[in-house]
């Protein structure tokens, strides 16, 4: 009986120490997979703030603007009368030598906070775009307005016309994506 008491003694310390080197690696695993998800928040986060910062960088890019046909000379944001969502109106002019049959505008802005707000797209926070397919004789200057629903954004960081078509059928870019 001894032997069979000893044996079993025997047999519930060595499970007992297994358990609790098992509880410890479980408990050391969590607090690593706590610790790793922290860094990836972190670095997802600073991911986030690159990437915003870059976008931001983008419209900020002048490079090809002065080639424009069209220079926008006033970008501003409008609230409604109705509601707390503000839109979005520009004033361009026709610098080009040639009457403009269409136009594609893009633009960038921020919260109260100079973080990208929300400006009529749907996927980036920070940009919108619209256009207008309205003809704009040489020298004339237009005002138009989007709407963005947008409920943060604070100011128009910049404007810009990308694409322009004219009445004779040629086009201009400002980049070649």
């Known amino acids: 009986m001894n032997k069979i008491t ?3 003694f025997s047999f519930l310390a060595l499970i007992s120490c297994k358990n609790k080197s098992t509880a410890e690696e479980n408990i050391k695993r969590e607090k690593y997979t706590i610790d790793s998800l922290k860094i ?3 670095v997802k986060e600073r991911s986030e703030k690159l ?3 870059t976008r931001k960088d983008f419209y900020l890019d002048t490079t090809g603007v002065s080639k424009s046909p ?3 000379t006033n970008s501003r944001l409008i609230k409604k009368d109705y509601s707390n969502y503000k839109d979005i ?3 361009f002019v026709n610098v080009s030598e040639k009457k403009i049959q269409a ?4 633009w960038y802005g921020e919260n109260s906070f100079k973080e990208p707000a929300e400006m009529g797209s749907y996927s980036l926070l920070g940009e919108g775009g619209g256009f207008t397919d309205e003809i704009i ?3 004339r200057t237009r005002k138009s307005q989007w709407s963005i629903s947008s409920v943060d954004a604070k100011r128009v960081i910049a404007a810009r016309a990308y694409e322009v078509a ?10 070649n994506d």
Do not use: A, Q
Not at 166 to 174: H, S
């Open 40 to 42: 990836m928040d972190r």
């Open 51 to 53: 990437l915003e910062k």
């Open 70 to 72: 069209i220079k926008v």
């Open 137 to 139: 004789n040489p020298g």
């Open 89 to 91: 109106e520009l004033t």
């Open 166 to 175: 004219f009445t004779d059928g040629t086009t201009w870019k400002l980049r």
């Open 103 to 106: 136009v594609r505008f893009e």
């Open 6 to 8: 000893i044996s079993l």
